[in-house]
Nanobody
């Protein structure tokens, strides 16, 4: 089982930057696709960015060009670098790990961290 712990959230002014980290337990971290999701007050949780076990990335349109997801398999970590933040980015950001060892029709495993608060305000 994978345990995920997020860190790096906090209060930042509009236009500022934050770097979120997600630390994972276990020895099979490199097998998992990783992602960052966020949920703002009154809104549903939405995808922010994902990175596959092979390093391919995908971003929500709202964060393209501003956010960068990366992973360091040696450290069992995934990073979300957030630049040019605006108040609309305020949300709880959660780390996700997903693994499908038997292919798309077989069993899969999904894990979530507790989340870290990001507040963008002047």
């Amino acid at each position: 089982q994978v345990q995920l712990v997020e860190s790096g959230g906090g209060l930042v002014q509009p236009g500022g930057s934050l770097r979120l980290s997600c630390a994972a337990s276990g020895s099979i971290f490199s097998r998992y696709a990783m992602g960052w999701y966020r949920q703002a007050p009154g809104k549903q949780r939405e995808l922010v960015a994902t990175i596959t076990s092979g390093g391919r990335t995908n971003y929500a349109d709202s964060v393209k060009g501003r956010f960068t997801i990366s992973r360091d398999n040696a450290k069992n970590m995934v990073i979300l670098q957030m630049n040019s933040l605006n108040p609309e980015d305020t949300a709880v950001y959660s780390c996700n790990a997903h693994y499908s060892p038997y292919g798309p029709l077989g069993s899969s495993y999904t894990y979530w961290g507790q989340g870290t608060q990001v507040t963008v305000s002047s």
